[in-house]
């Protein structure tokens, strides 16, 4: 469903209901519960973060599809930047949410990843801490899908840590009784020192991607002790305590925060770029059985390589789509 001039009619489900008519788990979906304190405690994205997709694209971005969009954080980010957005996001009070903040140039779409339709591609696909929740079944293929060829993918988000180790202590005990931990453990298992780190690890794997690139953004935020309660309340681990769990483990929480607390929330960033049909191709060749394995798997005779094997702008022509 996208409106004509991107504004559609939001049905209004919650709770339970929402769960069934989706098919997606109820943490995934626990976000609209509270749209109004997810927009009110969450911190927005820097504008360095759009520089650096930007940099990376490597040519203006008209536009971009995103994913789990959530009450509109990072559509603001691109579309007050010029960039065209649809912002795709499953949950229709967040979606209202999203409506009040965003400009009237974005066009939105009540859709999970998983459900949304072929046949449009965009110069640009990103998904702001939203990527986690998607299926991971035909992921990468369903994104290539959406991109244009040499189009680029971004993923970003991350973690709200206290930067006093002494207060992280002291808030993981007052939680200990409700909550073992409030993060998403990496969707593949990747370790938390590891240098790549998903979905970089993911998109390094797939045949559709090439030159993946990892980078951290670094952020200090300072909040009153009640804004970072706030924040807590916007979290899936939380937001699907019972009610009466949620007031005594922020209660708790209260009780050990300082008047303000130090916040470390670096965003990690992912970017990679769609291959052309053609070099997946190649991509997939087994090398030659009798032959060099160091020769070229095919002549790449119609196609114009960028660097690290890309496929460039000037290359979509040349590239079968
Ligand atoms: C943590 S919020 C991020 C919202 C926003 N992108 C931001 O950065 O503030 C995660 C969002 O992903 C959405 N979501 C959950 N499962 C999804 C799926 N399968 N496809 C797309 N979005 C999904 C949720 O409804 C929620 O709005």
New binding site residues.
């Given amino acids: 469903m996208i409106g004509r001039l991107g504004r559609e009619k939001i049905p209004s489900i919650d709770g339970a209901d929402r769960v069934r008519m989706l098919g997606?788990s109820s943490r995934?979906?626990s976000?609209?519960v509270m749209p109004e304190a997810y927009e009110q405690f969450?911190p927005g994205y820097p504008v360095e973060l759009f520089d650096m997709v930007m940099t990376y694209a490597g040519q203006p971005v008209r536009t971009a599809l995103e994913?789990?969009?959530?009450?509109g954080?990072?559509t603001r980010l691109f579309a007050q930047r010029g960039v065209t957005v649809t912002a795709?996001?499953?949950?229709g009070a967040?979606l209202a949410e999203l409506l009040k903040h965003v400009p009237a140039n974005v066009k939105t779409m009540q859709a999970?990843?998983?459900d949304l339709p072929p046949g449009e591609s965009y110069g640009l696909v990103y998904a702001?801490?939203?990527l986690h929740?998607?299926?991971p079944e035909g992921r990468w293929s369903r994104m290539a899908a959406l991109l244009e060829p040499g189009g680029v993918f971004a993923s970003f988000?991350g973690p709200a840590q206290l930067a006093d180790p002494a207060v992280e202590e002291a808030v993981r005990a007052a939680r200990a009784p409700f909550l073992e931990s409030d993060e998403v453990p990496s969707p593949d298992g990747t370790p938390p020192g590891h240098d790549m780190q998903w979905p970089g690890t993911e998109l390094q794997r797939s045949e559709w991607f090439a030159d993946v690139q990892q980078f951290v953004i670094e952020r200090r935020l300072t909040m009153s002790a009640r804004d970072y309660v706030g924040h807590l309340s916007t979290i899936s681990a939380y937001l699907e305590l019972p009610t009466s769990e949620q007031e005594q483990v922020y209660s708790q929480i209260m009780q050990v925060l300082p008047e303000t607390v130090e916040v470390a929330a670096d965003i990690t960033v992912h970017l990679a770029r769609r291959r052309c049909e053609q070099q997946r191709l190649d991509n997939q060749m087994p090398a030659p059985a009798n032959g060099n394995p160091d020769m070229p798997r095919r002549a790449p005779a119609t196609l114009t390589h960028g660097a690290g094997g890309i496929c460039m702008r000037l290359a979509v022509r040349s590239c079968r789509l």
């Fill in positions: 997606m995934a979906l976000f609209g969450r994913i789990g969009a959530g009450t954080k990072a795709t996001e499953p949950d967040m999970a990843f998983e702001a801490a939203a929740w998607t299926n988000g």
